[in-house]
């Protein structure tokens, strides 16, 4: 799938998170999203840079707009080098957290989103991939 | 600091959240708003979010957390001016900011506050 432009930013405080928020709004509105896809794409980007920075230790994402025959899609990929996650299952399922959040980081961030993706090794870190198409 | 101003109008505090807010700067509204509940001797909070562009699970829990210790407090919070698509993206999400009382507009708010300001009044004072 060709990407057309490609975009990395740092994720290692709540500014940047912020930061994550603004740049991802700004791309879903160049590849010419609606309103509710950017809200949707932005707040699930807000969940997931958070998971990285406050459970991974910081990390990045990088933003890809991508173009497969007439349609465009935005896809973002987290990374960190954390802990990792011992129980993706437990992980993924609303409301469960090892944190003192609300639980609904990556199971909100995966209703959200129109493909999701997520590898993670103890010890080594964490990568959540997820796209939304125009 | 940076800080997200709180007005005081007669019993009721009124906050307008005009930037697109970092966790920490949300944990500062919500200890500034308890605080001055307190000293203002504030009965009602209103807090308008028509400018938020997205509300996501941090910024969902701040207001309900807010709504949950000013009823602790004796005092009413309406949260008004959700914009739909995040209003969608919300229920989306799976946060249904339960305990919070919410209103269309300033003006629908304001109405829904004193009324139920009045109504706690009349529990206070007991059957006629």
């Given at each position: 799938m060709p990407v057309q432009r490609k975009e990395e930013r740092p994720i290692r405080s709540s500014e940047d998170v912020v930061g994550v928020r603004q740049a991802v709004r700004q791309q879903a509105v160049e590849l010419g999203f609606n309103l509710i896809d950017q809200t949707k794409i932005v707040t699930a980007a807000s969940e997931l840079a958070r998971n990285t920075m406050t459970y991974g230790g910081g990390g990045l994402v990088r933003l890809e707009s991508l173009e497969e025959g007439a349609r465009r899609g935005l896809r973002l990929v987290f990374e960190d080098k954390g802990p990792g996650i011992a129980n993706l299952e437990l992980a993924l399922k609303d409301g469960y957290t090892t944190g003192?959040?609300?639980?609904?980081?990556?199971?909100?961030?995966?209703?959200?989103?129109?493909?999701?993706?997520?590898?993670?090794?103890?010890?080594?870190?964490?990568?959540?991939?997820?796209?939304?198409?125009? | 600091m940076e800080r997200i101003p709180i007005l005081k109008m007669g019993e009721y505090l009124l906050v307008t959240i005009q930037v697109d807010m970092h966790d920490r700067l949300a944990m500062t509204l919500q200890d500034d708003l308890t605080s001055k509940i307190v000293t203002a001797r504030s009965k009602g909070v209103l807090i308008d979010i028509?400018?938020?562009?997205?509300?996501?699970?941090?910024?969902?829990?701040?207001?309900?957390?807010?709504?949950?210790?000013?009823?602790?407090?004796?005092?009413?919070?309406?949260?008004?001016?959700?914009?739909?698509?995040?209003?969608?993206?919300?229920?989306?999400?799976?946060?249904?900011?339960?305990?919070?009382?919410?209103?269309?507009?300033?003006?629908?708010?304001?109405?829904?506050?004193?009324?139920?300001?009045?109504?706690?009044?009349?529990?206070?004072?007991?059957?006629?």
């Open positions: 003192n959040g609300l639980g609904l980081g990556l199971s909100g961030a995966r209703r959200l989103s129109n493909e999701f993706a997520i590898d993670s090794r103890l010890g080594e870190g964490t990568r959540v991939t997820i796209v939304r198409w125009r | 028509s400018a938020l562009e997205m509300v996501d699970s941090f910024i969902g829990r701040m207001l309900a957390d807010i709504a949950a210790m000013s009823r602790i407090l004796d005092a009413e919070t309406v949260v008004v001016g959700m914009q739909p698509a995040v209003a969608i993206t919300l229920v989306e999400l799976g946060l249904s900011l339960k305990g919070v009382r919410t209103a269309l507009d300033i003006e629908r708010g304001m109405a829904l506050l004193r009324s139920r300001i009045d109504a706690r009044g009349r529990e206070d004072a007991g059957p006629a």
